[in-house]
């Protein structure tokens, strides 16, 4: 990609002085751009405004886009968000001392993710460390073994080849950034800026480091590994697709006619071989007759499957996912880099296996289906006034019902489509969901890394910031619980682009009600249970909402809950109260 020339910088006055800090970050920043860097998120500070600065004059040049944040955990949230649905690297930058341990939750996230980040952290200089300067604390290593790579530079003094030995630099965080998050702590001695270095003339190479190589790689992009299986087919297989998992998944159970347990952030939750209600199959005579599971992603959401993978009865072959570990439960499991089927399925013997698989699914669910008393719609015109009553009555009772967890999940999910993006925070809903929705091909994201509640909307805004660049963009769509959104209630101060959309859905049971399905539930005293485990609030979500500026509405019922998925608002949080004590 071949970027247009940049506006030129003011003219620089003959007496200001020089600043190797500005000159040092403009030059790294900007090797990062020519080689297909496209965001920066920055949190303020003093130390890091060289940095800062030099983003701010490459955003307003038209060379990279800068996203501000105050706080930094939402600004490494923020970026996590842009890198996750672009697949790029994404820079955040912040100040020295406090400010880098919050960029950790989103470090952690990012690690376990195998998502690209690129940490750029001010220091002090070599002589201000160790003893007691301001705001100077040890950040060689902050973040240990969750980056993938981690360099101390020394603070620019404008010797000759500094700016070159920047631009090598990004080069090579660039590259590293291929297996997960990169740090580079930056010392900045002062002057920490200047009048504004002059931006270099160097065109923007977007697909690695030749354009004119139409087999180049992005440098970011994971290289697969040798370790490639071949797999012949098999009626007792079944291939299982956990969060981050792809279409390839979907396309691997095909090919090998097998099941598709394919959880609801996997990317995979569609066709004809997905099973929805997997782990009541599991558990039964299907689940007993697996001979072979094939893995890909890293499931998270039920216990059925680890239960599976980890009885000797069962061959386990795992495909290595980005992120820290290969997700290996029974510590039995071959992980290989890729797998090729040899052969094709019998037709016969993938309507009996896979068929099997799917009727039974479906059995479950219209077992534990609610009792829809839904009216049929040929009543509405019929000649006979009572009939034509007895069906608006039956229509206003399925408008009046109240909304539960599944008939929110159901609905967000229903209301989702290819153009628009979901985001699952790590809540019972997710779970819900995953237990319930059918098969359909649309854009999922969760943090399930490490499945914390940090940041979930704050991934969500980074989520729909990169996406608002496609042709059609739609809403992002984020289904939460309460706690989650006040743990990451900061993010709704934050400044977004007008026409942005994203709406918030939060599932308001007054605490942490997922708890209650674990073994704690009843066997902890009920009021330390309550106290420390339930952790109940009296927050109001309306004055929260109105304090970021985002639009609200209440959404108790089927009606205003259809209403809230048409919005118009741009911005929207809409509060579905899911304790039974309050009143629709």
Aim: aromatic residues 4%; hydrophobic residues 45%; proline residues 7%.
């Amino acid at each position: 990609m071949t970027t247009t020339p940049p506006a030129p910088a003011p003219p620089a006055s003959d007496t200001a002085p020089r600043s190797p800090a500005a000159e040092a970050a403009m030059a790294l920043l900007h090797g990062m751009h020519a080689l297909g860097l496209e965001d920066v998120v920055v949190a303020p500070g003093s130390r890091s405004q060289a940095l800062a600065l030099a983003a701010a004059a490459l955003d307003r040049a038209g060379l990279m886009t800068l996203h501000v944040r105050v706080d930094e955990r939402v600004a490494g949230f923020t970026a996590l968000g842009l890198a996750v649905e672009s697949d790029r690297p994404v820079a955040v930058i912040c100040t020295s001392g406090t400010a880098v341990a919050n960029l950790h939750p989103a470090v952690l996230e990012a690690h376990h993710s195998g998502v690209p980040l690129v940490l750029l952290t001010a220091d002090r200089p070599l002589e201000l460390r160790g003893i007691g300067a301001n705001q100077t604390t040890n950040q060689v290593g902050i973040f240990g073994d969750m980056v993938a790579a981690d360099w101390d530079v020394a603070a620019p003094t404008g010797a000759p080849g500094e700016l070159d030995d920047m631009r090598e630099l990004a080069a090579i965080a660039l590259r590293a950034a291929a297996d997960g998050p990169v740090h580079l702590n930056l010392a900045y001695r002062e002057p920490l800026s200047a009048a504004e270095p002059s931006i270099p003339e160097v065109a923007a190479v977007a697909d690695g480091d030749d354009a004119d190589d139409a087999d180049a790689r992005p440098l970011w992009q994971r290289t697969p590994g040798p370790n490639v299986v071949d797999l012949e087919v098999d009626d007792a297989t079944v291939v299982i697709a956990g969060h981050g998992a792809g279409a390839e998944a979907e396309q691997l159970a095909v090919a090998l006619g097998a099941p598709l347990i394919a959880e609801v952030s996997s990317g995979a939750r569609f066709g004809r071989h997905a099973v929805v209600a997997y782990r009541d199959v599991l558990r039964g005579p299907h689940g007993e007759a697996v001979g072979r599971a094939i893995v890909l992603g890293h499931p998270t959401l039920s216990r059925e499957v680890p239960v599976l993978l980890e009885r000797d009865d069962v061959e386990v072959i795992v495909v290595r996912a980005p992120g820290a570990d290969a997700y290996n439960p029974g510590r039995r499991a071959r992980v290989v880099d890729e797998v090729r089927v040899i052969g094709k399925p019998d037709p016969q013997a993938v309507r009996r296996w896979v068929g099997g698989w799917v009727a039974m699914s479906r059995a479950v669910l219209e077992s534990t289906a609610p009792d829809d008393p839904a009216p049929d719609l040929e009543q509405s015109a019929s000649t006979d006034m009572s009939v034509r009553l007895a069906f608006a009555k039956a229509e206003a009772a399925i408008l009046r019902q109240r909304v539960d967890r599944r008939m929110l999940a159901r609905a967000v999910w229903a209301a989702t489509w290819p153009h628009d993006r979901l985001v699952l925070a790590a809540s019972r809903l997710i779970r819900e969901a995953d237990r319930l929705v059918p098969g359909k091909n649309i854009t999922v994201h969760a943090n399930r890394g490490l499945a914390g509640i940090d940041g979930t909307i704050a991934t969500a805004t980074g989520i729909a910031l990169a996406a608002s660049r496609g042709e059609h963009p739609g809403t992002t769509r984020v289904l939460l619980g309460d706690l989650a959104l006040i743990h990451d209630a900061g993010t709704l101060l934050a400044p977004l682009p007008e026409g942005l959309r994203v709406h918030l859905f939060v599932g308001n049971d007054r605490g942490g009600t997922i708890f209650d399905q674990l073994e704690v539930a009843a066997t902890a005293h009920p009021g330390d249970y309550e106290r420390v485990m339930r952790t109940p609030h009296a927050v109001d979500i309306a004055a929260l909402a109105a304090a970021g500026g985002w639009a609200y509405r209440r959404a108790a019922t089927r009606a205003d809950l259809d209403d809230a998925l048409t919005a118009p608002e741009p911005l929207l949080v809409v509060e579905v109260p899911l304790d039974d004590e309050i009143e629709p």
